[in-house]
């Protein structure tokens, strides 16, 4: 079945000129979100597992270089000081349904903690669309 995407029209308050209503598209189905996180790697295992027991069927992991308010961090090796300016995460992306993305974002931010600096982010954005390419499922049936 193929859906058709139809933009909803924006209006002008009377004599204003403002513009009011929502300029994004309606499909029909349900709203999703797209939840990214950037961790440490040593807490993949726990977050994919915390994951997994609230319902998350997939995600995908890149490993990841960056810095946030540490700037990178000292390193000795064999008695050699010297910086790493970037550190090694992992970067995990979601799409989830909306009425999960609450409990993915506590399931991240739970098991993903050490309480240090140097945690990781999590940032979650609206996600317009999603298609199962082999079935061609679109909205929250392709997730």
Same mark, same amino acid.
């Given at each position: 079945?193929?859906?058709?995407?139809? &933009?909803?029209?924006?209006?002008?308050?009377? @004599?204003?000129?403002?513009?009011? %209503?929502?300029?994004?598209?309606?499909?029909?189905?349900?709203?999703?979100?797209?939840?990214?996180?950037?961790?440490? &790697?040593?807490?993949?295992?726990?977050?994919?597992?915390?994951?997994?027991?609230? @319902?998350?069927?997939?995600?995908?992991?890149?490993?990841?270089? @960056?810095?946030?308010?540490?700037? %990178?961090?000292?390193?000795?090796?064999?008695?050699?000081?010297?910086?790493?300016?970037?550190? &090694?995460?992992?970067?995990?992306?979601?799409?989830?349904?909306?009425?999960?993305?609450?409990?993915?974002?506590?399931?991240?931010?739970?098991?993903?903690?050490?309480?240090?600096? @140097?945690?990781?982010?999590?940032?979650?954005?609206?996600?317009?669309?999603?298609?199962?390419?082999?079935?061609?499922?679109? %909205?929250?049936?392709?997730?």
């Amino acid at each position: 079945m193929s859906r058709v995407t139809v &933009p909803m029209r924006r209006e002008t308050k009377e @004599g204003t000129g403002e513009k009011t %209503g929502d300029h994004r598209t309606k499909t029909g189905t349900q709203d999703m979100k797209f939840v990214v996180a950037v961790i440490k &790697p040593f807490k993949l295992d726990e977050v994919r597992d915390a994951l997994s027991a609230i @319902g998350v069927q997939g995600l995908t992991v890149t490993e990841v270089k @960056g810095y946030g308010r540490q700037k %990178g961090q000292s390193e000795i090796y064999r008695g050699a000081e010297y910086a790493v300016h970037f550190v &090694p995460k992992l970067k995990l992306e979601i799409a989830v349904d909306e009425a999960l993305a609450a409990q993915v974002v506590e399931a991240i931010q739970t098991n993903a903690s050490t309480g240090q600096i @140097g945690d990781g982010k999590v940032f979650v954005l609206d996600l317009e669309q999603a298609t199962r390419i082999r079935t061609g499922e679109a %909205g929250a049936d392709a997730l």
